[in-house]
T-cell receptor, first 114, second 111 residues
């Protein structure tokens, strides 16, 4: 079965500090995504990637950077964490192709910025 | 950018009664629709994927897609208390657009 793992599973960060969230997939998928989830907003797309060494901005990229050093790994970087970035972050991967384009989600990372 | 609206925000049904959830989207160019379930504090579980107008059934879960009406729905037959969760719809364009999600419907199933 497809597997997406995230680390850490939870984190407490200080305002202004740097935070890196990591995602690893063993699905051999080309596409990877980062979403954040806040109460009342569902999931909102931050960044995504179609291929290693390339990332694309999603709908809410401000304050976030992404890095895709390999097909398996996709990181989300908060250079200067802010209170408003407290949320649950989900990573996902998916294969190419319309009928195979099911997204497989990781378990989420709960981030609290104080 | 595709806009996705879900209704109702919350829904309470009795065990065994049909539950119906709705999702509308802003334009008809999407061709890839999915319903997910998320139990409290957990990740996302895909329930049904539908790619063409009509109906798609996966066990007790049935999705109906009508692109002309910009609408996709989810019907849960004989819901159980364990189906209590947030239900999310997501849609995207083939290959070129990452899926966008609605805000979710919180379903409570009372015994």
């Amino acid at each position: 079965e497809a597997a997406v793992t995230q680390s850490p599973r939870s984190k407490v960060a200080v305002t202004g500090g740097k935070v890196t969230l990591s995602c690893h997939q063993t699905n051999n998928h080309d596409y990877m995504y980062w979403y954040r989830q806040d109460t009342g907003h569902g999931l909102r797309l931050i960044h995504y990637s179609y291929v290693a060494d390339s990332t694309e901005k999603g709908d809410i990229p401000d304050g976030y950077k992404a890095s895709r050093p390999s097909q398996e790994n996709f990181s989300l970087i908060l250079e200067l964490a802010s209170l408003s970035q407290t949320a649950v972050y989900f990573c996902a991967s998916s294969d190419r192709g319309r009928n195979q384009d099911t997204q497989y989600f990781g378990p989420g990372t709960r981030l609290l910025v104080l | 950018q595709q806009k996705v609206q879900q209704s109702p925000e919350s829904l309470t049904v009795s065990e065994g009664a049909m539950a119906s959830l709705n999702c509308t989207f802003s334009d008809g160019t999407s061709d890839n629709f999915r319903w997910y379930r998320q139990h409290s504090g957990k990740g996302l579980e895909v329930l049904v994927s539908i790619f063409s107008d009509g109906e798609k059934e996966e066990g007790r879960f049935t999705a109906h897609l009508n692109r002309a009406s910009l609408h996709v729905s989810l019907h849960i037959r004989e819901p159980q208390p364990s189906d209590s969760a947030v239900y999310l719809c997501a849609m995207s364009m083939d290959n070129n657009n990452a899926p966008r999600f609605g805000a979710g419907t919180k379903l409570t199933v009372k015994p």
